[in-house]
């Protein structure tokens, strides 16, 4: 990846995530930006954003950082606030919530776009988070 794709990744998910109401940015000691600002971190954040779809683990981010898995689990987990699959996690359901808000695609492309094999996982995991089907969610 180019820096400059890298760069506008990151100027992208930082406006997603501000207009994201339930997107929660700590403060820079701790959260997406100090994620950003750490160069191990960086990295898995822009694989993550990069390739959201992709079958992501903690041993797969770990092996791209050049890091080992429990080692990279604990500093990610420090620096960002949650541990790296708990962060891909909130991060699908946010991209999956403004998916839904433009109301371009139908929930099983939607469940493909941010990782999920099937329109049913997809519609358990959103319910959930958000507290509601992506159906409902979407009206």
Same mark, same amino acid.
């Given at each position: ?7 506008r990744l990151m100027? @992208? $998910?930082?406006?997603? $995530? ?7 940015? #700590? ?5 997406? @930006? ?14 993550? !954003? ?13 092996? &791209? ?9 604990? !500093?990610? #987990? ?9 962060? $891909? !996690? ?9 998916? &839904?808000? #433009? ?8 469940? $493909? ?27």
């Amino acid at each position: 990846m180019t820096e400059f794709v890298v760069v506008r990744l990151m100027e @992208l $998910l930082l406006v997603g $995530l501000l207009r994201d109401e339930t997107f929660e940015v #700590k403060a820079p000691s701790s959260g997406l @930006l100090a994620g950003l600002a750490d160069p191990v971190i960086a990295r898995a954040l822009a694989a993550l !954003h990069g390739d959201i779809a992709r079958p992501w683990t903690t041993s797969v981010l770990a092996r &791209l950082c050049g890091t080992c898995r429990s080692g990279f689990s604990t !500093h990610f #987990k420090r620096v960002v606030g949650v541990a790296p699959m708990t962060y $891909l !996690h909130r991060w699908r359901m946010a991209v999956a919530r403004d998916e &839904l808000r #433009k109301g371009r695609l139908a929930i099983g492309e939607i469940a $493909l776009l941010v990782g999920f094999r099937s329109g049913s996982a997809f519609s358990t995991a959103f319910s959930r988070v958000v507290g509601c089907s992506p159906t409902r969610f979407a009206a």
